[in-house]
């Protein structure tokens, strides 16, 4: 028995140099990892074609995190007229000036354009007496007053252009404006909020039923700059109890392809529109209001069990596409755990905080 012990002892040291060949530091990530996935694939049902941007974090660690949500605002910070409808843990949102549009039934936006980060639109709203940096600037503003957090805990995810809201006669696929119901455009801006330099995913949007739903489902800041002294805030905050280890070793975004690719094959993924590498909310087994944020490899992208089924757009009445008809859903890639996240498992403990590796166990 103690011969076999020792060949067993053996047998786990030369896995376990074998294993630490694999595993990378985020600086080796980031010299690694080509800044696109560029491939096509010819699968039994149909031709894939991926071109995606690959994200990585520019940090120089890769932490492990206890977190929970943000604590409520103290209202005494907030303005006078402030309109609160939420203050909970890690959600708040309050309404100042004249933020609020009640859009009645012949009431609409004449444009409402998206504009991806992290630079700012060069473009104006509707005769708007203020700037995309002035929308910025004031998020920044309130985020600091509210919670004594300055810009480099969040990135600029995507900017909103509003025109004014108009009366219009006719289809509102068709419509004929007729009066200016407010005096100038808006402006919101989504600021994304990063751990430690690292972006979070909650990783339970394919609604399968089993999360725990007591995470947040984004971490992030929403502000409407409305008017001259109109404005909404949206938030929805982590807040950082511990850094567990200051860094860990990853699995690479090769090792990640792999498990993408099956999907692929298998006829499940057929476009990806995001792939980053970041962090997702693990259950603490001892305190329910803490959770840990582990690396994972992060896609989302057209997907569906059924690998005979095509998407199917959706035309609007002048012809033009209105929807791609593409359904999108998360795959994600657990960058500690070698596995993707199986979003069939019903078990309560499943999204449990697992076994870490850390760079002290590898040696």
């Given at each position: 028995?103690?011969?076999?012990?020792?060949?067993l002892?053996a047998?786990?040291?030369m896995?376990s140099?074998?294993?630490?060949?694999?595993?990378?530091?985020?600086?080796?990530?980031?010299?690694q990892?080509?800044a696109r996935?560029?491939?096509?694939y010819?699968?039994?049902?149909r031709t894939?074609t991926?071109?995606a941007?690959?994200e990585v974090p520019?940090v120089?660690?890769?932490?492990i995190?206890?977190?929970?949500?943000?604590p409520?605002?103290?209202?005494?910070?907030?303005?006078?007229?402030?309109?609160?409808?939420?203050?909970?843990?890690?959600?708040?949102?309050?309404?100042?000036?004249?933020a609020?549009?009640?859009?009645?039934?012949?009431?609409?936006f004449?444009?409402?354009?998206?504009?991806?980060?992290?630079?700012l639109?060069?473009?104006?709203?509707?005769?708007?007496s203020f700037?995309?940096?002035?929308?910025?600037?004031?998020?920044y503003?309130r985020?600091?007053?509210l919670?004594?957090m300055?810009?480099?805990?969040?990135?600029?995810d995507e900017t909103?252009v509003?025109?004014?809201?108009?009366?219009y006669?006719?289809?509102?696929?068709?419509p004929?404006?007729t009066?200016?119901?407010t005096?100038e455009?808006?402006?919101?801006?989504e600021?994304?909020?990063?751990l430690y330099g690292v972006?979070?995913?909650?990783?339970?949007?394919t609604?399968?039923?089993?999360?725990?739903?007591?995470?947040?489902s984004d971490?992030r800041?929403?502000?409407a700059?409305?008017?001259?002294?109109?404005?909404?805030?949206?938030?929805?905050?982590w807040?950082v109890?511990e850094?567990?280890?200051?860094d860990?070793?990853?699995?690479?975004?090769?090792?990640?392809?792999?498990?993408f690719e099956?999907e692929?094959m298998?006829g499940?993924?057929?476009?990806?529109d995001t792939i980053?590498l970041?962090?997702a909310?693990?259950?603490?087994?001892?305190?329910?209001?803490?959770?840990w944020?582990?690396?994972?490899w992060?896609?989302?992208?057209?997907?569906t069990?059924?690998?005979?089924?095509?998407?199917?757009p959706?035309y609007?009445?002048?012809g033009s596409i209105a929807?791609?008809?593409?359904?999108r859903?998360?795959i994600?890639f657990e960058?500690?755990?070698?596995?993707?996240?199986?979003?069939?498992d019903?078990?309560?403990n499943?999204?449990r905080?697992?076994?870490?590796?850390t760079?002290?166990?590898l040696?």
């Amino acid at each position: 028995m103690k011969k076999l012990m020792c060949v067993l002892m053996a047998m786990l040291m030369m896995l376990s140099a074998a294993s630490a060949e694999e595993w990378c530091s985020i600086a080796d990530i980031r010299e690694q990892t080509p800044a696109r996935w560029t491939q096509t694939y010819e699968t039994k049902w149909r031709t894939i074609t991926i071109d995606a941007a690959i994200e990585v974090p520019q940090v120089e660690a890769f932490p492990i995190l206890k977190v929970r949500k943000m604590p409520v605002v103290d209202e005494s910070l907030l303005p006078a007229d402030a309109d609160v409808r939420y203050n909970a843990p890690g959600w708040f949102q309050f309404y100042t000036g004249k933020a609020e549009y009640v859009m009645k039934s012949n009431t609409m936006f004449k444009s409402i354009n998206h504009y991806p980060g992290p630079e700012l639109p060069d473009v104006l709203a509707e005769d708007c007496s203020f700037t995309p940096q002035d929308a910025l600037d004031l998020a920044y503003e309130r985020i600091n007053h509210l919670y004594g957090m300055d810009s480099i805990h969040f990135r600029l995810d995507e900017t909103l252009v509003y025109s004014r809201i108009w009366q219009y006669k006719g289809k509102k696929s068709n419509p004929t404006y007729t009066k200016a119901i407010t005096d100038e455009g808006s402006y919101k801006v989504e600021l994304w909020q990063l751990l430690y330099g690292v972006p979070y995913f909650a990783c339970n949007e394919t609604g399968d039923g089993y999360e725990p739903g007591s995470w947040l489902s984004d971490a992030r800041v929403s502000v409407a700059h409305r008017g001259a002294d109109g404005y909404m805030v949206l938030t929805s905050l982590w807040q950082v109890e511990e850094v567990v280890y200051a860094d860990v070793p990853l699995l690479s975004f090769a090792d990640a392809k792999l498990a993408f690719e099956k999907e692929i094959m298998a006829g499940r993924l057929r476009t990806v529109d995001t792939i980053a590498l970041g962090c997702a909310p693990y259950t603490d087994p001892t305190d329910p209001d803490v959770f840990w944020l582990l690396p994972v490899w992060y896609v989302k992208g057209g997907y569906t069990t059924d690998s005979k089924r095509e998407f199917t757009p959706f035309y609007d009445v002048d012809g033009s596409i209105a929807d791609d008809g593409i359904e999108r859903r998360e795959i994600v890639f657990e960058a500690q755990q070698d596995d993707l996240i199986d979003y069939t498992d019903s078990r309560k403990n499943r999204r449990r905080v697992p076994t870490i590796v850390t760079w002290e166990t590898l040696r």
